[in-house]
């Protein structure tokens, strides 16, 4: 049986699996699904069309589901679809899409840190450590295994490839392909994320293979078509490192950091 503190607020109609935990004074919607082994601490507010997987963890004032900040919203019924042992600290927000039957996502083992917002349809991969401050306009969407530094923000529609970091007070508002460290403001792509490439158990020559694209894309003054042709006569273009960004670079048509 869930354990809720006699002071939380558990609406009619929300659904709460085995194991979950909702702490004093804390606010369950009723379209609100938590699966097994959550926990809400105290004070903490899950509302709007939001299901949670297992083994999630929302702190004290962080607040999951909340109604889009679009001011093209119309009514109906968006929602939010969060996975398995995500972690959101205190005042971070996360917000429900913004058309009716249309979703925010969040992928498995996400940390968003204290007062970090993700806004309305955006797509978070997995692992992603959000530092305190930083912001996630509407409709970005986020790789696996990504870093945003503190108090950067993220503009509109941008995307972040997997593997890549976001330096601290950054204001990026062109996509990051994978495996890059983009910082500044605007952010520009500085070098690679070889540290997190390391730890994320990338051999040596696949991390010698990531700076050579660097190189290609930010040093040999090709455009970006020129040195996507480059990349794919490329030797080991079949490399899941070359994939990666050739998979990247089809998947839109937004400049690139």
């Known amino acids: 049986m869930p354990d809720i503190h006699p002071t939380a607020i558990i609406e009619p109609g929300a659904q709460l699996a085995?194991?979950?935990?909702?702490?004093a004074y804390a606010y369950i919607g009723s379209e609100v699904t938590i699966g097994a082994g959550t926990v809400v601490h105290h004070h903490g507010t899950v509302e709007g069309w939001t299901t949670l997987g297992e083994g999630n963890e929302v702190w004290p004032y962080a607040m999951v589901g909340g109604k889009t900040h679009d001011l093209k919203f119309k009514g109906g019924k968006p929602g939010l679809k969060i996975g398995d042992r995500n972690v959101f600290r205190e005042y971070s927000t996360v917000h429900c899409g913004t058309n009716d039957g249309e979703f925010t996502t969040?992928?498995?083992?996400?940390?968003?840190?204290?007062?970090?917002?993700?806004?309305h349809d955006c797509h978070v991969g997995n692992h992603l450590i959000m530092s305190s401050h930083a912001a996630l306009g509407g409709h970005v969407i986020v790789g696996d295994r990504v870093v945003i530094g503190w108090n950067a923000g993220l503009h509109q529609f941008c995307r972040v490839g997997d593997y890549a970091m976001i330096g601290a007070c950054s204001k990026t508002v062109q996509d990051v392909p994978p495996f890059m460290i983009a910082d500044g403001n605007p952010a520009e792509v500085r070098t690679i994320n070889k540290i997190g490439l390391e730890r994320d158990g990338f051999s040596a020559e696949e991390v010698a293979l990531a700076r050579t694209i660097y190189k290609l894309f930010y040093r040999e003054n090709?455009?970006?078509?020129?040195?996507?042709?480059?990349?794919?006569?490329?030797?080991?273009?079949d490399s899941r490192v070359a994939q990666m960004l050739l998979i990247f670079a089809a998947a839109g048509d937004r400049g690139w950091a």
């Open 18 to 23: 085995e194991g979950v935990q909702v702490g």
């Open 106 to 119: 969040m992928g498995n083992d996400n940390h968003i840190l204290a007062y970090s917002h993700i806004a």
């Open 222 to 237: 090709l455009n970006k078509t020129q040195a996507l042709e480059k990349l794919r006569a490329h030797p080991e273009v």
